[in-house]
């Protein structure tokens, strides 16, 4: 079996990248959460329209007084400026994002595929290596179908 990923991350180096990940957190603390009720309401901004944005805050600058005393010109710049800031910020987080995503598939198939085979060695030797019956009883409940499933396959197949 290939292994794209052999590697090991102590405590300590953990404990680092959850530090690290807890002082960008500190570095933007105007983050929110929304709910999906939220989310949903929302007037999105999709990748055309950033710089639909952004030419709309150049265009209040160039002409301020088309804008009624109503429109909070400055709070509107600063929303456009922190959104080009943002969409730089969540580019280099995706591609972490990514990866972490892509190694965490890898390796967890490599683990998987090691425990498949454990798992086979158990099968075979459970009876005749003393203790191992309790480890295969363990291992074997991975693959044991609920009642609830088996009853909607039976009415399926009935």
């Given at each position: 079996?290939?292994?794209?990923?052999?590697?090991?991350?102590?405590?300590?180096?953990?404990?680092?990248v959850?530090?690290?990940?807890?002082?960008?957190?500190?570095?933007?603390?105007?983050?929110?959460?929304?709910?999906?009720?939220?989310?949903?309401?929302?007037?999105?901004?999709?990748?055309?329209?950033?710089?639909?944005?952004?030419?709309?805050?150049?265009?209040?600058?160039?002409?301020?007084?088309?804008?009624?005393?109503?429109?909070?010109?400055?709070?509107?710049g600063?929303?456009?400026?922190?959104t080009?800031?943002?969409?730089?910020?969540?580019?280099?987080v995706?591609?972490?994002?990514?990866?972490?995503?892509?190694?965490?598939?890898?390796v967890?198939?490599?683990a998987?595929?090691?425990?498949?085979?454990?798992?086979?060695q158990?099968?075979?030797?459970?009876?005749?290596?003393?203790?191992?019956?309790s480890?295969?009883?363990?291992?074997?409940?991975?693959?044991?179908?609920?009642?609830?499933?088996?009853?909607?396959?039976?009415?399926?197949?009935?």
């Amino acid at each position: 079996m290939e292994r794209n990923v052999s590697a090991v991350v102590t405590a300590e180096d953990l404990q680092n990248v959850i530090g690290h990940l807890q002082a960008i957190e500190s570095l933007l603390p105007f983050l929110i959460s929304l709910s999906i009720e939220e989310r949903q309401s929302l007037t999105k901004l999709g990748p055309k329209s950033v710089d639909f944005v952004g030419d709309a805050n150049e265009t209040v600058k160039t002409f301020p007084f088309i804008m009624p005393p109503t429109f909070d010109k400055s709070e509107f710049g600063r929303d456009s400026d922190l959104t080009k800031i943002l969409i730089t910020i969540k580019m280099g987080v995706d591609s972490l994002q990514q990866k972490l995503d892509d190694t965490l598939m890898e390796v967890g198939s490599e683990a998987m595929t090691s425990a498949l085979e454990v798992y086979a060695q158990v099968q075979l030797q459970k009876d005749s290596v003393p203790g191992l019956r309790s480890a295969y009883e363990k291992l074997k409940a991975r693959f044991v179908r609920s009642k609830q499933k088996k009853d909607k396959d039976s009415i399926v197949a009935g």
